[in-house]
């Protein structure tokens, strides 16, 4: 096959010169990102509120379903993050990038097919799990068939990802944001149809959220195929032919960046679904307001992600190009910018809590939501608090990666994550008895002190090896 010729130096996303220019180029590439991210926690948010309208017992449900899918759905989506650093590096190298572009595209693919299939099939029964932790039998049955309908949205949302960070390393990422954008109404039209049986459907409940999930993430991943197949700048790559073969060397190099980084998710991601397992125990109420909080912190958080994943792309840009001053240029703005934010976010979060609350549960003051009320006012001020932290753990880590850094990140998750903040959790809310703000109090501190961790490694950078290997230092 004779390979279209790769773009000229000038179509290349530009290096910026000053933190001025590298907030315009991060806020370029980060606020579409952002958005696409948010549209996922969109699609989240929409299941909450309409099993929240169901009840507080379906809305438990889905939070303990959704706690327990998340966990390998991040593993997952971190092997897809895998191919991005390799793919910023080609093309900041300008060196038959599309070829090597083309190289990790598939087998980001196929990474994600290899380890996601077998979570299929794990997750079609897992209500005896459930039983074994110790959930009421009812909240269980309704969780597990929550889960098994809304799993094969862990496999075709990384796929999405390899396919986005594709487009967002040559600096077009407003497509697929309109695809994940597109996806959030059709979500929304196929959750209240199928959860509340609407012109014609089946009245399907819980499980209903999670088929309709499931078919919007199936039609955003068929589109977003489809634009690349068709797109002149991007048909030329021939990304989906010959998918069927193996790329061994281009597959290892994926899993050798992306697993660290799907553990390191999981890590995190465990620390707040051992969280919901915990709120479980005390309170189906608490469990609710736990799933409200932490819905309304997400979608703060996918902003500074954006941000992240944005400077994670420019820093493997310039480690291509051999600029080692473009790295700490882009990675301290970038930790500016998302802190700004999401600080202002962590202030409208404690002044106007009622309002935020109020988008999950139809009347506040009924007898069956007003302590889901109350628990959430309380949550929520933790997860303010947690705002600047949550922004500085995940930028930080973004712009690691991007210098392909990513087993000392692994390390520092799995101690903050897993060895302090999880038992932590525990300690504050059952032996010291503070209950459901304990647990937000371990998160809170679990989170501090991932972000000093990785801060301390990016501001000593040059001492990295990655680095070194990236300059020849």
């Known amino acids: 096959m004779i390979l279209a010729p790769s773009r000229t130096p000038s179509d290349l996303p530009p290096p910026a010169h000053s933190f001025a220019g590298e907030a315009r180029a991060l806020l370029g590439l980060g606020v579409p990102l952002a958005v696409s991210q948010l549209g996922a926690v969109l699609i989240i948010t929409t299941d909450t509120i309409m099993l929240g309208w169901l009840g507080p017992d379906a809305l438990a449900a889905g939070a303990l379903g959704f706690s327990v899918v998340i966990v390998p759905t991040m593993v997952l989506i971190g092997i897809a993050i895998g191919a991005t ?16 572009v083309r190289r990790t595209v598939r087998q980001g693919l196929w990474a994600v097919a290899l380890a996601g299939l077998p979570v299929l099939v794990l997750l079609g029964r897992f209500e005896p799990v459930l039983l074994w932790f110790g959930h009421r039998p009812a909240l269980a049955a309704d969780a597990a068939a929550y889960v098994a309908t809304v799993a094969p949205t862990a496999l075709t949302g990384a796929w999405f990802v390899v396919l986005r960070s594709f487009t967002a390393t040559y600096g077009r990422p407003r497509e697929a944001v309109a695809i994940a954008l597109l996806q959030v109404p059709l979500n929304g039209v196929l959750v209240y149809g199928l959860v509340f049986g609407a012109w014609g459907l089946p009245r399907l409940g819980v499980v209903g959220a999670g088929l309709a999930s499931t078919l919007s993430g199936l039609v955003a991943l068929a589109a977003l195929v489809g634009f690349l197949s068709w797109d002149r700048r991007f048909r030329r790559f021939h990304l989906f032919g010959r998918l069927w073969r193996a790329d061994w ?33 005390i309170g ?9 909080a932490l819905q309304i912190a997400s979608a703060t958080f996918m902003c500074a992600l954006g941000i992240g994943q944005a400077g994670g792309i420019r820093v493997g840009l310039a480690a291509g190009a051999g600029q080692p001053a473009a790295v700490g240029r882009t990675g301290w703005t970038a930790l500016v910018l998302g802190v700004g934010f999401m600080g202002t976010m962590g202030l409208i979060m404690v002044l106007a809590p009622d309002t935020l609350i109020g988008l999950f549960l139809a009347d506040l003051t009924s007898p069956a939501n007003r302590a889901v009320r109350d628990h959430a006012r309380t949550f929520l001020v933790f997860a303010a608090v947690f705002q600047a932290a949550d922004a500085s753990q995940v930028i930080m880590v973004n712009i690691l990666r991007g210098l392909k850094d990513t087993r000392v990140p692994l390390a520092f998750a799995m101690v903050g994550y897993w060895v302090i903040g999880l038992p932590a959790c525990w ?43 990236a300059f020849g230092t």
């Open 85 to 100: 650093p390799l793919m910023a590096f080609a093309v900041g190298r300008r060196q038959h990038h599309l070829r090597e």
């Open 249 to 281: 060397s281009r597959l290892a190099e994926v899993f050798r960046l992306g697993l660290p980084i799907g553990l390191a998710l999981l890590f995190e991601i465990l620390l707040f679904s051992g969280a919901a397992q915990m709120m479980g125990l």
């Open 284 to 292: 189906p109420q608490e469990l609710a307001a736990y799933q409200i």
């Open 427 to 469: 300690l504050f809310a059952f032996p010291l008895g503070l209950g459901g703000p304990g647990i937000w109090l371990g998160i809170v501190l679990a989170l501090a002190l991932v972000a000093s961790a990785l801060i301390t490694r990016f501001s000593r950078r040059a001492t990295i090896p990655a680095f070194r290997q």
